[in-house]
T-cell receptor, first 115, second 112 residues
Framework: AQSVSQHNHHVILSEAASLELGCNYS??????LFWYVQYPGQHLQLLLKYFSGDPLVKGIKGFEAEFIKSKFSFNLRKPSVQWSDTAEYFCAVNPQGAAGNKLTFGGGTRVLVKP | DGGITQSPKYLFRKEGQNVTLSCEQNLNHDAMYWYRQDPGQGLRLIYY???????QKGDIAEGYSVSREKKESFPLTVTSAQKNPTAFYLC???????????FGNGTRLTVT
């Protein structure tokens, strides 16, 4: 079975700082990769996804993620964060070809951006 | 607006009682899912259903049951057999297996 690790449980940074959240997965085959975000008081929503092609994907609100197959990683980045980026971020993996959409989520990273 | 409605937002039950959490979607999605969210553990899949009258166990199905009698509804019952039922429960749906999940706002269940 696949697993997903997010290295940081909590991140605190100031506005305009750069953000990088680590995500590593364990699965031997081809995967679909996702980052979801949960803003305070809101439901989980998709930030970006990677299925194939260019390993650098861009999502909403200036976020991007890079898939490095050799490292089994899918790190999320944003060059300059805003206070409104305060949220919990989840990396998720879904093996291609698997029956059903059995997304496996990482433990999440809580990001606090100080104004 | 299309979306997923989970009710109630907060639920309190005594130990030993079964409790059913509601999940309704008007997105016309075929697939529906139940996840449990615990601090530091991310979301763990309880059950999922790809089509009406069919559902499969996820990673932590013990102590839970579901039904899928209608496309738009996927209720989850937390039975007295679930050893640690206090948690935040999220329902989701998707058009197909490669589409992103749409989540509800969740139900926080507290069992004392």
């Amino acid at each position: 079975a696949q697993s997903v690790s997010q290295h940081n449980h909590h991140v605190i940074l100031s506005e305009a700082a750069s953000l990088e959240l680590g995500c590593n997965y364990s699965y031997g085959g081809t995967v679909n990769l996702f980052w979801y975000v949960q803003y305070p008081g809101q439901h989980l929503q998709l930030l970006l996804k990677y299925f194939s092609g260019d390993p650098l994907v861009k999502g909403i609100k200036g976020f991007e993620a890079e898939f490095i197959k050799s490292k089994f990683s899918f790190n999320l980045r944003k060059p300059s964060v805003q206070w409104s980026d305060t949220a919990e971020y989840f990396c998720a993996v879904n093996p291609q070809g698997a029956a059903g959409n059995k997304l496996t989520f990482g433990g999440g990273t809580r990001v606090l951006v100080k104004p | 607006d299309g979306g997923i409605t989970q009710s109630p937002k907060y639920l309190f039950r005594k130990e030993g009682q079964n409790v059913t959490l509601s999940c309704e979607q008007n997105l016309n999605h075929d697939a529906m899912y139940w996840y449990r969210q615990d601090p530091g553990q991310g979301l763990r899949l309880i059950y999922y259903s790809q089509i009406v009258n069919d559902f499969q166990k996820g990673d932590i199905a013990e102590g839970y049951s579901v039904s899928r009698e209608k496309k738009e509804s996927f209720p989850l019952t937390v039975t007295s057999a679930q050893k640690n039922p206090t948690a935040f429960y999220l329902c989701a749906s998707s058009q197909d297996r490669d589409s992103p999940l749409h989540f509800g706002n969740g139900t926080r269940l507290t069992v004392t």
